[in-house]
């Protein structure tokens, strides 16, 4: 019997990890029958009916290098990254376990600032961190450090917020500036000194959303702009639901610093991720209440929804010039470990 050799393009790649279309091919072909039910639709965080009532859960992993960065660091980002999960699925974050993984070498001091940082940020976000587990590991093998984050919390919203809910004629609405989080990493990575200096978004999401379901807009659907940004989570919306997202580019509200860097370095920022930052979906009816919320901290409306063609949902961006043409996620690694 002869063996096949093995495609030496078989690999993990950093780009599997980064949001676009290859971590998308990673988990439908490889991983996806993990999941019961297998026919699962992917969101921020699983809805469990449970005879208490429905909670959401979600779990997170965090890599970002450097382990510090202006406007936070490792822990507050792990700590807020799963608990804006858990409010994307209108639910209040309650409880979390944390998993730390440490690599000989590490320094006390660092660890104890990160620590604090991770004690500061469950207060913000109004949990509290139930359980945990720690491992070491060889000088080397770990960056220093990573971090797990698992999150529980009740579903306040009185209607499932998810992609299926998502209908024609709906409103695009995003809760703040776009790509700050991604441009902050680069910064302090390479030591670039920016002016006037960038802080990452990295905040709580959960405010916003109670807000809302408080002025009586229940979002039909809400994702946070993590790896991939804007343009990877809309894409995975617009194939979930089979409908058109489509955008105004001039509506979308993009920093003059991060578009400078951006244009400078080659990069787009609807590609760059967030770490306090959200797309909501709504209806036409409910688009005031929503704006009035979300305005303040910067909010916008940046399109709408409509049929799609044959089933078949796309992401379509009418640019500055009055042209339209589709905006599809990264298919490789734009910026590796930002979160």
């Known amino acids: 019997m002869v063996e096949r050799a093995e495609d030496p393009g078989a690999r993990i790649q950093l780009a599997h990890g980064g949001g676009g279309t290859l971590m998308q091919q990673l988990i439908e072909r490889e991983l996806r029958g993990l999941y019961d039910p297998p026919d699962l639709v992917f969101h921020d965080a699983a809805r469990l009916e449970l005879p208490c009532g429905p909670l959401a859960f979600s779990?997170?992993?965090?890599?970002?290098?450097?382990?510090?960065?202006?406007?936070?660091?490792?822990?507050?980002?792990?700590?807020?990254?799963?608990?804006?999960?858990?409010?994307?699925?209108?639910?209040?974050?309650?409880?979390?376990?944390?998993?730390?993984?440490?690599?000989?070498?590490?320094?006390?001091?660092l660890l104890r600032?990160?620590?604090?940082?991770?004690?500061?940020?469950?207060?913000?976000?109004?949990?509290?961190?139930?359980?945990?587990?720690?491992k070491v590991v060889e000088r080397g093998k770990a960056d220093g450090l990573y971090i797990n984050t698992s999150g529980l919390g009740p579903i306040e919203s009185p209607r499932p917020i998810e992609p299926q809910a998502i209908r024609p004629g709906d409103r695009i609405l995003v809760s703040g500036d776009l790509g700050r989080h991604g441009v902050a990493?680069?910064?302090?990575?390479?030591?670039?000194?920016?002016?006037?200096?960038?802080?990452?978004?990295?905040?709580?999401?959960?405010?916003?959303?109670?807000?809302?379901?408080?002025?009586?807009?229940?979002?039909?659907?809400?994702?946070d702009l993590t790896r991939g940004g804007l343009a990877s989570a809309l894409e995975e919306l617009a194939q979930a639901s089979g409908l058109d997202l489509a955008l105004e580019e001039t509506a979308i509200p993009v920093l003059e610093p991060v578009a400078r860097t951006c244009e400078l370095l080659g990069f787009d920022p609807l590609h760059l991720a967030n770490e306090g930052r959200c797309v909501a979906l709504?209806?036409?009816?409910?688009?005031?209440?929503?704006?009035?919320?979300?305005?303040?901290?910067?909010?916008?409306?940046?399109?709408?929804?409509?049929?799609?063609?044959?089933?078949?949902?796309?992401?379509l961006l009418r640019t500055a010039y009055g042209s339209e043409r589709r905006l599809l996620p990264a298919s490789g690694e734009l910026l590796p470990r930002i979160c």
Do not use: K
């Open 282 to 315: 709504v209806a036409e009816a409910d688009l005031a209440a929503a704006l009035a919320v979300l305005a303040p901290g910067g909010g916008a409306v940046i399109g709408g929804v409509r049929a799609g063609a044959g089933g078949r949902g796309r992401v």
């Open 59 to 109: 779990t997170d992993s965090y890599v970002v290098q450097p382990l510090e960065f202006p406007g936070g660091d490792i822990g507050s980002l792990a700590i807020i990254g799963t608990a804006n999960d858990l409010a994307m699925a209108g639910a209040r974050p309650l409880h979390l376990s944390v998993g730390l993984i440490l690599e000989e070498g590490l320094p006390l001091a």
């Open 113 to 134: 600032r990160i620590v604090a940082s991770m004690a500061a940020a469950a207060r913000r976000c109004g949990l509290a961190i139930r359980t945990g587990d720690t």
């Open 185 to 223: 990493i680069l910064a302090a990575r390479h030591r670039l000194s920016l002016q006037p200096p960038l802080a990452s978004d990295c905040a709580p999401l959960w405010p916003l959303v109670e807000q809302l379901l408080a002025a009586g807009v229940v979002p039909h659907c809400l994702r």
